[in-house]
């Protein structure tokens, strides 16, 4: 993934995600079946993992579910509340959002499938300034920045070389382990004059992705696919609900291109820049990037969106 450089006074921005996932490490079933669901929690009755192991701040993990009608939801695994030899409570902030009984799982010897996979931390993918060249500073306004979008709120977080950790802006606590799910996007201010470069590996998602869109209010949508698509084959119009026509009065995204902030609109028929006649269905959203929604709904709740798996193996 690559960072435009920038200036101490003018920082630019990137916007940037990591599409690949790691391979677990842990003891026990990192595939294998549910035979239980609570509104927050998911069993496996012969996981046979290590208690807490799922569960540590530093190395967190993400279960994602593999069929069914709810393949291709990620949830992170709480640090909070300690896996079991069978259980993982998945983290709440997303139990705030969701109600796992409420997304068809089923239970049993032919149950619906999951896989567990590592997550990534700040830490884990941004680093030091000595192995990655992020610039650190005494303050904010002397690093590069990064920030996360979550809970409807954007949280900012940059290097602190007197303690030689992340911080968060604000409060300053410390934020080297605060997770980056491989569904998540960053908006990256870099203030250091040189481009940065983070490489990732992994393995391609297999599965569809479902994700959650707030009804209202923005969603921080990452390009989860290590390949490129058009705006038709992101299928944003066709979450439900999703409201087209004039740009005035429809939802939109917003993509940066160079610097500079586009919106794009579904007009019924096909996707339009604002501002611009002519059609923008095959305007590419590049491998490893992110984009904006913007929904002018006033429902609290969220919808999902269902993106099938965009290559063959």
Not at 183 to 194: K, P
């Amino acid at each position: 993934m690559n960072v435009t450089p920038g200036t101490l006074s003018v920082p630019e921005i990137s916007l940037i995600s990591f599409p690949l996932t790691g391979t677990a490490s842990a003891s026990g079933q990192m595939i294998g079946r549910f035979t239980a669901v609570t509104p927050n929690s998911l069993t496996n009755s012969s996981a046979g993992w290590t208690a807490s192991a799922l569960s540590t701040a530093a190395t967190p993990h993400c279960i994602r579910i593999t069929s069914g009608a709810a393949e291709g939801r990620t949830f992170l695994i709480s640090t909070q509340a300690p896996n079991t030899s069978t259980t993982v409570t998945i983290d709440t902030d997303e139990a705030s959002l969701v109600d796992l009984t409420s997304l068809g799982i089923a239970t049993g010897p032919s149950g619906d499938t999951y896989e567990i996979i590592p997550c990534d931390t700040i830490s884990s993918i941004f680093g030091t300034p000595a192995t990655t060249g992020v610039l650190g500073g005494t303050t904010f306004r002397e690093s590069d920045m990064l920030m996360l979008f979550t809970q409807g709120t954007w949280k900012e977080f940059f290097y602190h070389t007197p303690t030689a950790r992340w911080v968060r802006v604000v409060p300053q606590i410390a934020a080297n382990n605060v997770p980056i799910r491989p569904d998540a996007a960053v908006l990256y201010h870099r203030r250091g004059s040189a481009p940065l470069s983070f490489t990732v590996s992994g393995r391609v998602p297999s599965t569809a992705r479902q994700v959650a869109i707030s009804n209202s209010g923005v969603t921080f949508l990452a390009a989860s696919w290590p390949v490129d698509q058009t705006l038709l084959q992101t299928r944003i119009h066709q979450i439900p609900g999703w409201i087209s026509g004039a740009f005035a009065t429809s939802d939109y995204l917003m993509v940066l291109v160079s610097g500079t902030w586009r919106e794009y609109y579904y007009d019924g028929a096909q996707w339009k820049r604002m501002g611009f006649s002519s059609s923008s269905n095959n305007f590419i959203i590049p491998a490893g990037s992110a984009v904006i929604l913007n929904k002018r709904g006033t429902s609290p709740a969220a919808t999902t969106l269902t993106q099938p798996v965009p290559y063959t193996f």
